[in-house]
């Protein structure tokens, strides 16, 4: 599994994205669709139509690695986007998405956090 440092941002591209795409592919779109740094360490992460192949991109300090994982049987759950399609997940949300666990719905324990200490 991925490990993942306390900063580390997680977003989702929504839209059906062609797994053929590699490095430069899943790069364009990263570039398209989300205002952040590519080179920023944060994960980016893409679809199949059927939504049953996920792939991962991120920059490892050095260069551009791509994880992925494609189901034998089932899907990954499709969630309610925003108005561009795109939003970001925490690692916890990514490692329920890639376990099977359904997150819409579900509702999380109220929990301390540095940047939102009042935060319900």
Sequence with gaps: MITLAAATRIFVYTEATDM???FD????LVKEHFQVDLFSGHLF???NRKR???KILVWDCDGLAIWSKRLESGTFEKLVTDEQGNF???SAGLVM???GVQIEGSQRRR???I???HAA
Aim: aromatic share 16%; no cysteine; hydrophobic share 30%.
């Design 20 to 22: 053929r795409k590699s």
């Design 25 to 28: 592919g899943l790069s364009g």
């Design 45 to 47: 992460v893409f679809f």
């Design 52 to 54: 049953d192949y996920v």
């Design 88 to 90: 970001e997940i925490d």
């Design 97 to 99: 998405m890639l376990r």
């Design 111 to 113: 929990r301390y956090s």
């Design 115 to 117: 940047d939102r200490p």
